[in-house]
């Protein structure tokens, strides 16, 4: 299928390997964040999301960082696998169903 | 438990004529978004339908423009098609306005215009 991050910063990463994805966000008054895994030729797939009243939010080998002081976010991923390898993005809005504004993605590249 | 499901997957239109690009929201949703996404990008915001009205809408031209239904089903249609409108037009649903309802989107309808 069409690739959708055809220019994008990339991190590759040995498997099993932790992997640390970077967002930087502009809105101060954004209150929701997600993560989403996107594979090529496929719409986007949500991750993980964290509010903004927290700063870590843990999932199934996933971990998102909010640092709201220097408007940063992350993603962890433990373990990386093959599977992982895709372009990942990070949205964000200022809560309840507002539009979400995406970054500008990260092609996370794994090698076996 | 179908997810968001999207039609047609893939498409060709000349420059001047219209598409129309289905949605169908995952079961249970009843909020609609849009998002438009060219190579290389992130996606942007088109519109959202909620109670079968255009609630909210990005910085898109008026040829742009949408229909939900009562079964909360929805349609993108863009007129007067351009070489820039090629893109992945992704559809998103989610559970009406409360705050942090996750977001689902579809797999996308592929727009080339030739």
């Given at each position: 299928?069409?690739?959708?991050?055809?220019?994008?910063?990339?991190?590759?990463?040995?498997?099993?390997?932790?992997?640390?994805?970077?967002?930087?966000?502009?809105?101060?008054?954004?209150?929701?964040?997600?993560?989403?895994?996107?594979?090529?030729?496929?719409?986007?797939?949500?991750?993980?999301?964290?509010?903004?009243?927290?700063?870590?939010?843990?999932?199934?080998?996933?971990?998102?960082?909010?640092?709201?002081?220097?408007?940063?976010?992350?993603?962890?991923?433990?373990?990386?696998?093959?599977?992982?390898?895709?372009?990942?993005?990070?949205?964000?809005?200022?809560?309840?169903?507002?539009?979400?504004?995406?970054?500008?993605?990260?092609?996370?590249?794994?090698?076996? | 438990?179908?997810?968001?499901?999207q039609s047609?997957?893939?498409?060709?239109?000349?420059?001047?004529?219209?598409v129309t690009l289905r949605c169908s929201?995952?079961?249970?949703?009843?909020?609609v978004?849009w998002?438009?996404?060219?190579?290389?990008?992130?996606?942007?915001?088109?519109?959202?339908y909620?109670?079968?009205?255009?609630?909210?809408?990005?910085?898109?031209?008026?040829?742009f423009s949408g229909h939900q239904f009562?079964?909360?089903s929805s349609e993108l249609n863009v007129?007067?098609?351009?070489?820039?409108?090629?893109?992945?037009y992704?559809c998103?649903?989610?559970?009406?306005?409360?705050?942090?309802?996750?977001?689902?989107?579809?797999?996308?309808s592929?727009?080339?215009?030739?």
């Amino acid at each position: 299928g069409e690739s959708v991050g055809l220019h994008l910063p990339t991190l590759s990463v040995q498997e099993g390997d932790n992997s640390i994805i970077n967002c930087a966000y502009s809105n101060s008054a954004s209150d929701y964040f997600i993560w989403y895994k996107q594979e090529s030729g496929k719409g986007p797939q949500f991750i993980i999301d964290i509010r903004s009243n927290m700063d870590k939010r843990q999932g199934q080998r996933v971990t998102v960082l909010l640092n709201k002081t220097v408007k940063h976010l992350s993603l962890q991923i433990a373990a990386t696998q093959p599977g992982d390898s895709a372009v990942y993005f990070c949205a964000e809005n200022i809560g309840g169903n507002t539009p979400l504004v995406f970054g500008k993605g990260t092609r996370l590249s794994v090698i076996a | 438990d179908a997810g968001v499901t999207q039609s047609p997957t893939h498409l060709i239109k000349t420059r001047g004529q219209q598409v129309t690009l289905r949605c169908s929201p995952k079961s249970g949703h009843d909020t609609v978004s849009w998002y438009q996404q060219a190579l290389g990008q992130g996606p942007q915001f088109i519109f959202q339908y909620y109670e079968e009205e255009e609630r909210q809408r990005g910085n898109f031209p008026d040829r742009f423009s949408g229909h939900q239904f009562p079964n909360y089903s929805s349609e993108l249609n863009v007129n007067a098609l351009l070489l820039g409108d090629s893109a992945l037009y992704l559809c998103a649903s989610s559970l009406g306005t409360r705050w942090g309802n996750t977001i689902y989107f579809g797999e996308g309808s592929w727009l080339t215009v030739v």
